[in-house]
């Protein structure tokens, strides 16, 4: 079984864990609508892809009752 020699440091272990961050997605224009999309992804506001409509656009959700 592995053990270690030493103990590792505060600045050590601190510093590792240093590196989890989230980054913002990035994000392109679409080439339609101009609206903010996520790439290689389908525009959620004209539900557009690669020239083409895919999906229909979106609408607002009707509230029951």
């Known amino acids: ?3 270690p020699k030493r103990k590792t440091s505060k600045a050590r272990k601190r510093s590792r864990s240093a ?3 989230l980054e ?3 994000l392109a ?3 339609r609508c101009r609206a903010l999309r ?11 892809y690669a020239g083409r409509e895919v999906v ?4 607002e959700k009707r509230k029951k009752g």
């Open 1 to 3: 079984m592995a053990v």
């Open 19 to 21: 590196n989890w961050r």
């Open 24 to 26: 913002a997605p990035n």
């Open 29 to 31: 224009p679409c080439p």
């Open 38 to 48: 996520l790439p290689h992804v389908v525009c959620p506001n004209c539900g557009h």
């Open 56 to 59: 229909g656009p979106a609408r």
